[in-house]
Structures are given as C-alpha cells and as structure tokens.
C-alpha cells in the first residue's frame, strides 16, 4: 500500500513485538516453577503460624490448598503471560499504549484468579467432605487485586530481565540470530538487534545506529539488508536501512521521496525506490 501525497502523515504498523524461542521460555517456566514452589511452601507455613498464634487452630492442608491453587493458576497463565510481553514489549516505545495493555491484562488476570481459585478450592474440599465457598476469593477481590497486579508486574519484569540477560550472555564463539557480532580489532561486540534503530552505509563499513550513538561494523548494507530482513529491517534508500517498529509515521514528499520520522523524534530521509517495501504490511 503505496503512500500518496494527499495521505500526508500516516503511522507505521512495525513488528512490535520480540521473537519467541521456546527453549528460553520452557527453561523461564521451569526456574519460575521451582522458585514458585519454594515461595508458596513457605507462605502456607506463615498463614498456619498466623492462625496458631491468633488462637484459631487450622489444618496445615488448607493453606497448602490455598496456596498451590494460586501457584498452579500463575504457572499455567504464564505462557499467555510471556506472549502478550513479547507482543507489548515494555522497554520499548509506546509505552503509554503498552502500559495501557498491561494494566488491563493484570487486571483480567486477577478477575480470572479469583474465579479459578474459587472453583479448584471448592472441588478440594469436596473430596475430603468440606466445604469452600467457591465465591469467597470474588467477594475479596479488591484485596486479591493488589496482590494480583504485584504478581503480574513481576511476572512480567523477570521475564524482560530473564530474555534480555539471555540475549547478551552468548557463547564466545557464537552469536545468536538476535544479536549481531561487531569485530573491533582484537575486541568482539555483542550488539543485540533490538538495539539497533537503522543502518547507514560509510564506505568499506556500516553504521549502526542505537540508542548511545553509533558503532561501524566491516560489512556491506546488502549484505546487512540480507542479515536483518528477518529482523524486521528494511530499506528505505541506497544507502540507509530502518527498523520498521521503530518508524512512527512516513511523510511523503512532492517529489515521491519521503520522510521517516523514528519514535524518538529523528528523521531520516527515504527515495521514492524504496518506499513501497516499507509502507507494505
């Protein structure tokens, strides 16, 4: 979809999103898990202390109960968890519009909560001739809420941790297919390519573009296009490759050239050659 000159300004649909990998994922899971278990074993011991010294003698399988039923409920979300953050991922721009995201997805999560926990409890119960009102997590929903967006906001800064951390710790010998390795004389830099904003061409090199300024890589731009088409970089002159969730809107101009405005109020300018692979979904 080609951009007229009557259309003016226009937003970028870029690929906002980061890649999945399902091993760092399954390993996340299972750290998150083993972790988990540990947290809620000792939160069932606290909730049976807190009884004893009150005076009001409970079975230590209740807060067991309680507890796992809330582990199990997380556990099980998180895959949907992980993928709505490599969707919106929150470190980058926009973050209102991702906040927004989040904020509502905590909040559909503890509703969520409250209603599976209620049902798991009273089904327990049932089998060893008890009775849990499957309403009652519902009826403290607001004080289950605050404990919920805590929860979820954890999930989700771990998880950005966990994979940003992962990106950078690559074996000496190898880079992954998400981080470009820049060879300076006898040093090797390990650039992550979520980093990188766009790609010029400076001679023999070219330079990437990040956030703290510029780095030269010995390479050509075909040669980087090829390496980072699938990485959601395209080109928008002889000379200049862009990262398409980075462009916020394309201004056409007279001639049929345009001009890339980046998230962070920078403008770079693109030939007219090159501008239907950038505005084509």
Partial sequence: MALSQAEGTRPIRGLDRVAADPREDLAFTGIAAAVMVVLLYFNALNVDHEHVRSGDLL????PMVWEATSGVFFLAISPLVTALTRRFWPTRPPWPRKL?????????????HVLVIGSARWGIYRLVNDYYDPLAPLGDWPYELRKDLLIYAAMVAIYVAWRTLRSRAEPVGEASPDVLEVRDGARRHFVPL???????????????HRGGGG??????L???ERRLHSAGFVRIHRSRLVRREAVADVESKPTGDFVVRLRDGRELAGSRRYRRPLLTD
């Fill in 100 to 112: 927004v995201v989040h904020a509502i997805a905590a909040v559909l999560v503890s509703l969520a």
């Fill in 222 to 224: 075909s040669e980087m």
């Fill in 215 to 220: 780095l030269l890589h010995r390479a050509s």
């Fill in 59 to 62: 079975p230590l399988w209740k």
């Fill in 194 to 208: 979520i980093d990188v904003v766009w790609v010029e061409a400076a001679g023999n090199y070219v330079e990437l």
